[in-house]
């Protein structure tokens, strides 16, 4: 099973919106296998956006995600990267197709409510970026025959 990074940013939390994202991916059938809420630092946001660090815009996303705390997500499902973007939506938000997260509930692309991992290789660096050892947990979901057959689940 794979997993995926998702940050409730700061204005979905200021707009109430936790909760109604994280039940997205639970109706969906991803499992949560590790959640905290924490404030960002400079270090996690250079490190975190290394790839627009060196930008002009940079100190304004940087000063948006630590305006608040954020909801850091573990989710784990099968072909779980993909499935989150699919379910969050495009970047740019007001272009998001209704019925997704970003699509419903955002209209910027930064103020886009979530981010989510956009590769594998990424989402195994953010989840080492924003969880420690011991905070992701491995357990059997309850409803994992009702989500997946048994050939997918292998």
Same mark, same amino acid.
């Given at each position: 099973?794979?997993?995926?990074l ?8 200021? *707009?109430?919106?936790? +909760?109604?994202?994280?039940? /997205?991916?639970?109706?969906? &059938? ?6 905290? %809420? ?33 909801v ?12 989150? *973007?699919?379910?969050? +939506?495009?970047?740019?938000? /007001?272009?998001?197709?209704? &019925? ?6 955002? %209209? ?36 994992l ?5 048994v050939?997918?689940?292998?």
């Amino acid at each position: 099973m794979e997993r995926s990074l998702i940050l409730i940013k700061p204005d979905a939390m200021q *707009r109430g919106l936790a +909760g109604s994202i994280l039940n /997205r991916f639970e109706r969906k &059938g991803l499992k949560i296998v590790g959640m905290k %809420m924490m404030q960002l630092t400079d270090e996690i946001c250079r490190d975190h956006y290394s790839h627009i660090a060196d930008k002009p815009f940079f100190p304004g996303i940087a000063a948006f995600m630590k305006s608040t705390p954020v909801v850091a997500l573990a989710l784990e499902g099968l072909d779980c990267v993909e499935t989150v *973007r699919r379910i969050c +939506g495009v970047t740019k938000a /007001r272009e998001a197709q209704v &019925g997704t997260i970003r699509g419903d509930y955002a %209209m910027s692309i930064q103020a886009n409510v979530v981010h989510a991992s956009d590769s594998v290789d990424n989402a195994k660096a953010e989840l080492n970026r924003f969880f420690n050892d011991g905070e992701l947990f491995e357990y059997e979901l309850a409803t994992l025959p009702f989500i997946y057959s048994v050939d997918e689940r292998g």
